[in-house]
């Protein structure tokens, strides 16, 4: 099993940005998909996760800014997120799992920054 | 402010024992399964125990976990200086809709 993220980078505030999460190993369509965040110093924050079924659920901090999505065809896991703020700026991990997260990938940087 | 309290830091000796506490509520710990996860500086965390008390695979029996009511707790044993790192406990919140951890407990082994 394995997670790889990309699409982490410097964005200015207001700004979008999209996360990949690239899978192998297992397919992402079955099974629950997470992102969770870790501002520098700081500890983790929950993002988001989408289940199997295609239900998802958010953090109230991100709620109506990013949308977590899959494509099944390319096994990969996305977190779009929109007018992004400098709060915002933390490593993202995705995860694997629903109850615990036994799979993580090594994270992407996002800085949000004028 | 996490929904789950944690100590900010813990310490000990080599060799000795330590328990990490974690606190929540009902609509937390009290009606979910709780994780720990441990995470070594500069690296993505770990899952050391799921379901309250079990080990996944390769994570050694030093390594514990117990939940009563609406807290739980890990315990470490025969510590070691590879054991110095961040521990976070998670669980799912049912009134957020929500995963949730705690603020994180750094361990120090002196």
């Known amino acids: 099993v394995q997670l790889v993220e990309s699409g982490g980078g410097l964005i200015q505030p207001g700004g979008s940005l999209r996360l990949s999460c690239a899978a192998s190993?297992?397919?992402?369509?079955?099974?629950?998909g997470n992102w969770v965040r870790q501002a520098p110093g700081k500890g983790l924050d929950w993002v988001s996760i989408?289940?199997?079924?295609?239900?998802?659920y958010y953090a109230d901090s991100v709620k109506g800014r990013f949308t977590i999505s899959r494509d099944n065809s390319k096994n990969t896991l996305y977190l779009q997120m929109n007018n992004l703020r400098a709060e915002d700026t933390a490593v993202y991990y995705c995860?694997?799992?629903?109850?615990?997260?036994?799979?993580w990938g090594q994270g992407t940087l996002v800085t949000v920054s004028s | 402010q996490s929904v789950l309290t944690q100590p900010p830091s813990v310490s000990a000796a080599p060799g000795q024992k330590v328990t990490i506490s974690c606190s929540g509520s009902?609509?937390?710990?009290?009606?979910?399964?709780v994780s720990w996860y441990q995470q070594l500086p500069g690296t993505a965390p770990k899952l050391l125990i799921y379901?309250?008390?079990e080990r996944p695979s390769g994570i050694p029996g030093r390594f514990s976990g117990s939940k009563s009511g609406t807290s739980a707790t890990l315990g470490i044993t025969g510590l070691q200086t590879g054991d110095e790192a961040d521990y976070y406990c998670?669980?799912?919140?049912?009134?957020?809709?929500?995963?949730?951890f705690g603020g994180g407990t750094k361990l120090t082994v002196l």
């Open positions: 009902s609509s937390n710990i009290g009606n979910n399964y």
């Open positions: 989408i289940y199997s079924d295609g239900t998802t």
């Open positions: 190993g297992f397919t992402v369509s079955n099974n629950y």
């Open positions: 998670g669980t799912w919140d049912s009134s957020l809709s929500a995963g949730v």
């Open positions: 995860a694997r799992g629903g109850g615990s997260l036994g799979y």
């Open positions: 379901d309250n008390n």
